[in-house]
Nanobody, 123 residues
Framework: QAQLLQSGGGLVQPGGSLRLSCAASGFNLDPYAVRWFRQAPGKEREKISCLSASDGRAYYEDSVKGRFTISRGPARNSAFLQMNDLKPEDTAVYYC????????????????WGQGTLVTVSP
């Protein structure tokens, strides 16, 4: 069974940093784009970042650009989201996911979701 297993997250003060991890289980993540989403309390889930497998390009929404960095692990079967200069408005449940596409430029229906991890940014 294909799964994405997330870790990281927690409580951090504004201006702090966190690193989220996402590890594939039951399938090989290497050929596929990795996407990160988040859902803040009372809001719809939003996409925030994507890393293509075909050309290694990374994409970010304006709300996180310059503060968040998406990457893959050395074995390319895992992915990370480094979050710096966190703000209270970054408080949300974060999800990694893949649509089994190789590029971020052709998004498809998400096929595998991580279980989600809560990030709380508060003094």
């Amino acid at each position: 069974q294909a799964q994405l297993l997330q870790s990281g997250g927690g409580l951090v003060q504004p201006g702090g940093s966190l690193r989220l991890s996402c590890a594939a289980s039951g399938f090989n993540l290497d050929p596929y784009a990795v996407r990160w989403f988040r859902q803040a309390p009372g809001k719809e889930r939003e996409k925030i970042s994507c890393l293509s497998a075909s050309d290694g390009r990374a994409y970010y929404e304006d709300s996180v650009k310059g503060r968040f960095t998406i990457s893959r692990g050395p074995a390319r079967n895992s992915a990370f989201l480094q979050m710096n200069d966190l703000k209270p408005e970054d408080t949300a449940v974060y999800y990694c996911a893949t649509d089994y596409h190789t590029t971020c430029r052709l998004p498809g229906d998400i096929e595998v979701w991580g279980q989600g991890t809560l990030v709380t940014v508060s003094p």
